[in-house]
């Protein structure tokens, strides 16, 4: 099976792509595209995997650059293959044929460029991440590198959606202490839970940063089991592990 994957008019021409799980050589509960060597699947099938994306993204394995994601706030700029992971959440680059990747199983994946630049960026952002400030922090270390914040567009692939995010009321009193604004983004579940938008909330943040534009593509992890890893899916399931999806871009 080929590989699938989501394209966005806003980071074109730009190579780059938001991998669903379809066409990878992983199988059992892994089956398809599973990127994510933190995950119990086979390390070689990962490497498999991991090496036909970077085919995809016409970059050597090695250039396809990922960090060691810990739900933080931190970004860090890329200048070429990194031999040690950083404990990181966002990337940055200005460098020819290195692309940025993240791993994501329900959290936003936000790829974002400014074309005028030259210069690219990458996020995994969970709500943790998010509200700590992972996307500001990505468009910092872009700027850092030559970009301009009013021209970057940034692009927010497949999420969970508000419907399939329930939370506690615990989440939402964090939300309202760091912004009270953020009530906006929850609505009445059963009893005491609540729905959250983690993916507008992310729009929330990137348009409010300043970018140039921000969008979702609007592909919900949780619904749609076929194309997408879902940690929740699987928790609810009773599964041992879920694959992690990979989003990419390059120079």
């Known amino acids: 099976m080929t590989l699938e994957i989501i394209t966005a008019d806003a980071l074109s021409p730009l190579r780059h792509g938001f991998f669903t799980r379809r066409g990878g ?3 059992g509960i892994f089956a398809g595209l599973n990127c994510g060597p933190g995950s119990s699947d086979q390390a070689e099938i990962v490497t498999i995997n991991r090496a036909r994306v970077a085919e995809a993204m016409q970059v050597a394995p090695d250039r396809l650059v990922t960090v060691h994601q810990v739900h933080s706030a931190q970004a ?7 031999t040690d992971r950083p404990r990181a959440d966002g990337m940055a680059t200005a460098t020819p044929g290195i692309a940025l990747a993240v791993l994501t199983a329900d959290c936003q994946p936000v790829l974002l460029a400014d074309h005028r630049a030259g210069v690219i960026g990458a996020a995994h952002a969970g709500w943790r991440g998010a509200r700590d400030g992972v996307l500001e922090a990505t468009i910092a270390a872009m700027e ?3 970009a301009q914040r009013a021209d970057i567009a940034a692009v927010i692939g497949p ?3 508000q419907a399939a995010y329930e939370v506690g009321p615990e989440l939402l009193e964090d939300f309202l202490a760091d912004d009270p604004e953020s009530a906006r983004f929850f609505a009445n579940g059963h009893g005491d839970r609540y729905h959250f938008d983690l993916a507008g909330y992310g729009l929330w943040r990137l348009r409010r940063a300043g970018v140039s534009h921000a969008e979702w593509t609007r592909h919900c992890t949780y619904g749609d089991p076929d194309r997408f890893y879902s940690y929740r899916r699987c928790t609810h399931a009773g599964e041992a592990d879920y694959g992690r999806l990979i989003s990419a871009i390059r120079l």
């Open 159 to 161: 999420t969970i959606s």
């Open 25 to 27: 050589a992983s199988s």
């Open 144 to 146: 850092g590198l030559g």
């Open 76 to 82: 860090v700029p890329v200048t070429g293959p990194l």
